[in-house]
């Protein structure tokens, strides 16, 4: 089985084997505070000392082991999948034994949960308006017209009554720029249908 959201690599599957080698519980307890941090480089000395005493691991196992599960993370972060799903495919393609895929799984439901939650805690789009200005030539000099945009978005959140406006003010590089950006959205959004 092939799966798309990871590339399978040695170094990959040498952590996964570090991974398969420590205790279900121990893990269980690393995922959690893995799961605090956003990038692989935050933990201080201190806690890198307890984590390879209670894991009983040497300082190479150890960053080996933390990469891998921070990698793994943010890549099933970037995909839409059900937990039963990831869970078959962290054992069936990854080599994961069953009780680390079921703590991984865990962890991640959680932390998928949260993410999904600061979804609907962000600011939505409630209004454009927008003004655009052309400068142009007069009969004393001669230039090429110049655009300026000012692009003006009310955003609201769901807690806040109140509209927040966000103003714009776009060249003719920017003005092309948040074009192809959109319509490359939309073509994204064509593509699915």
Known sequence: MNISWITITSKLQAGIDVINSVEVNEFSTLLQQIKRYNSDNTFTQPELETMQESLGLNSTKLELLIQTVFYIFKQSLKVILKPTTLQKQLVETLNFRRD?????????TIQTKIDFENLEDRYKL?????ELNLQ????IESREAVPNL?????LTKS???QTKNLTLELD???LLQIYNTF???????????
Request: no cysteine.
């Open 100 to 108: 680390k895929a079921e703590a991984f799984v865990k962890a991640w």
């Open 126 to 130: 409630h209004q454009i308006s927008w």
């Open 136 to 139: 142009t030539s007069s009969p």
């Open 150 to 154: 000012r692009l003006k978005l009310g």
């Open 159 to 161: 807690d806040m009554p």
């Open 172 to 174: 003719k590089k920017g």
């Open 183 to 193: 319509e490359n959205i939309q073509n994204k959004i064509d593509f699915l249908r």
